[in-house]
């Protein structure tokens, strides 16, 4: 069976990765990751909704602010528009090969911008239109995508929070013909991310009409995208800095604030990146649980940095401890819905072989799968469930109770204080931790 819906295969010699269990020596197998497996009542491709983002797999070059391209991608054409198609056959290969059932893209990856806003438009409709071909092909559907307003230098000072209104103009034309081909290709997400949305300086900037003009880009693009039969969910992805000193979307709770600030919180959730978390100075599971807490945890996009660099390092997740608390969490929020786990991750430079890309999905894919396993086990047991649960038992009855639900004032909890007897308990962090190794290391 032929993995490629062009007349040329990129990815030669690789075929349908597969699992083989633990036990496999074989590089280019699943040892964790089998789609059709069972845990919790769904399969393991149910849960996780993995997804391959086409900026990083199919656009980086290796490049960094210290050295030039180090990686050759053999679909490249001289021509825009060819290399545009090419590039959709290899990721369309590559989708089919690796098996993520879903991908993601910004609108600059999968098409040319040209040399004009009508030459942008076009482009990028019949570019589009191949993606919808490649999808029908392959079954392999969109997870999300969203408009590149962070890189042409236009944008330089922001785009919905351009302090030019001529500028916020033409980000509009950017989103609304990725909204048009949102709804073409059955998108199930749209997200935004405010690469640009925040200030280097106070000193030249009106923060309080920013964010105002913020919120009215959003909410204008969301009365468009139900307008055009848009029925799926609005994204915001946090960020704290980088490439601004500070972005709007700062982290999962700034950002959830801002929604509800201005009306936006039953259209819109937040697709949390590993990265970003911590570049919050959170952790990856803290910004899922803010998000599960307010009902607003929508997307995920997997990756990880690294402890010992602060910038975005977006490296594939290999940590099954990270992949495992993760898990717990979205397990115990009910699942994704319409979300999914997109590898917003990139090769290393100097990774520069074809199967490289390979790897580095089944390492990501494989780590989930086992944080998916463990997670399960431990919920099932309810082992972490029990002892927090003991933990809050004083609110569960007699005058905890009424506290917790709202039938005191502050002069009954005050009376009651005054003569309440406190025991001193420990929280067991270190006997939790260790529990959770005994799970994890089986």
Known sequence: ?????????????????????????????????????????????????????????????????????????????????????????????????????????????????????????????????????????????????????????????????????????????????????????????????????????????????EREHLARFLTMARDYGRSIGFKGTFLIEPKPMEPTKHQYDFDAATTIGFLKEFGLQDDFKCNIEANHATLAGHTFAHDLQVCSDSGMLGSVDANQGDSQNGWDTDEFPTNVYETTLAMLVILRHGGLGSGGLNFDAKRRRNSTDLEDLFLAHIGGMDSFAYGLEVASRILEDKVLANFVAERYASFDSGEGKKFAQGAMDLSSLAAYGKGATIIQKSGKQEYLQNLLNSYLLG
């Not at 007349?7 to 789609?35: H, M, R, T, V």
């Not at 849960?47 to 656009?59: I, K, N």
């Not at 330089?156 to 950017?174: H, I, K």
Request: charged share 20%.
């Open 1 to 209: 069976m032929n993995y490629f819906v062009g007349d040329q295969e990129y990815f030669k010699g690789i075929g349908k990765i597969e699992f083989e269990g633990k036990g496999s020596k074989n590089p280019l197998s699943f040892k964790y990751y089998d789609a059709k497996k069972k845990i919790a009542g769904k399969t393991m491709e149910e849960h996780l909704r993995f997804a391959t983002a086409y900026w990083h797999s199919f656009c980086a070059d290796g490049t960094d602010p210290f050295g030039s391209a180090t990686m050759v991608h053999p679909y490249h054409k001289a021509d825009p528009m060819a290399n545009a198609m090419a590039k959709a056959d290899a990721a369309f290969e590559f989708f089919t090969k690796i098996g993520t059932p879903f991908y993601c893209f910004h609108d600059a990856d999968v098409s040319p911008e040209g040399d004009s806003a009508a030459s942008y438009e076009a482009n990028f409709h019949k570019v589009s239109d191949g993606l919808l071909a490649r999808q029908k092909a392959t079954g392999v559907k969109l997870l999300w995508n969203t408009a590149n307003v962070f890189t042409h230098p236009r944008y330089m000072n922001g785009a919905a929070t351009n302090p030019d209104f001529a500028v916020v103009a033409r980000a509009a034309l950017q989103v609304k013909n990725c909204l048009d081909v949102n709804v073409k290709l059955g998108g199930q997400n749209y997200v935004f991310w405010g690469g640009r949305e925040g200030y280097m300086t106070l000193l030249n900037t009106d923060m309080k009409r």
